[in-house]
Nanobody, 120 residues
Framework: QVQLVESGGGLVQPGGSLRLSCTASRSVSSIDTMGWYRQAPGKQRELVAGITSGGLTNYAGSVKGRFTISKDNAKNTVYLQMNNLRPEDTAVYYC??????????????WGQGTQVTVSS
């Protein structure tokens, strides 16, 4: 079991920045993939960014160049630095952990979500 606690959401103006944090109950170095997803009103949930245990990253095309996913293994925390925010970035952002366990197989865990609102 992995518990994920998110923080850092809020209200910002277009062009502003936020940093989301997701702290896991176990070492992120032992989790296969950590990711950030978001779901906007009327839209399906989409992958924003992901990072593997080895540090490989991937991003949705809409956020490339603006968002950066990173992790601090010592703090069991994954971050999403969001710069140059746009109104269309408004969504609930969810932290996700995917891990394959020898006996249980693939496991997926979700944080509670944190609201990001980009508006004037």
């Amino acid at each position: 079991q992995v518990q994920l606690v998110e923080s850092g959401g809020g209200l910002v103006q277009p062009g502003g920045s936020l940093r989301l944090s997701c702290t896991a109950s176990r070492s992120v170095s032992s989790i296969d993939t950590m990711g950030w997803y978001r779901q906007a009103p009327g839209k399906q949930r989409e992958l924003v960014a992901g990072i593997t245990s080895g540090g490989l990253t991937n991003y949705a095309g809409s956020v490339k160049g603006r968002f950066t996913i990173s992790k601090d293994n010592a703090k069991n925390t994954v971050y999403l630095q969001m710069n140059n925010l746009r109104p269309e970035d408004t969504a609930v952002y969810y932290c996700n952990a995917r891990h394959v366990l020898a006996l249980l197989g693939p496991q997926s865990y979700w944080g509670q979500g944190t609201q990001v609102t980009v508006s004037s």
